[in-house]
Nanobody, 121 residues
């Protein structure tokens, strides 16, 4: 019954900011890596940012200096702060996490349903 739910998406003007949140819930023993992906119409899904269980982060080049990924491990939550947004950032953003459930023998990959981010004038 582990699941991820994103929130915080919406419509913003170029140069604006949004903060996405993703909360994992259910019978969780531990969470390994957490990440944000995005997919624009007609495009392949791409990894935007990731954070390990020890706090190491990495970003796709196009968002470096503008986006910040962080996590609150005690609350099983990951965030994506997006500043200086551009129209090309428009996409459905998906939360992703590797989670060990209390009822499982190993890690499994979980996905949220996605949240729409639209950057337009």
């Amino acid at each position: 019954q582990v699941q991820l739910v994103e929130s915080g998406g919406g419509l913003v003007q170029p140069g604006g900011s949004l903060r996405l949140s993703c909360a994992a819930s259910g019978s969780i023993r531990s969470i390994n890596d957490m990440a944000w992906y995005r997919q624009a119409p007609g495009k392949q899904r791409e990894l935007v940012a990731a954070v390990t269980s020890t706090g190491i982060t990495n970003y796709i080049d196009s968002v470096k200096g503008r986006f910040t990924i962080s996590r609150d491990s005690a609350k099983n939550t990951v965030f994506l702060q997006m500043n200086s947004l551009k129209p090309e950032d428009t996409a459905v953003y998906y939360c992703n996490a590797k989670i060990l459930a209390r009822t499982d023998w190993g890690l499994r990959v979980y996905w949220g349903p996605g949240t729409q981010v639209t950057v337009s004038s």
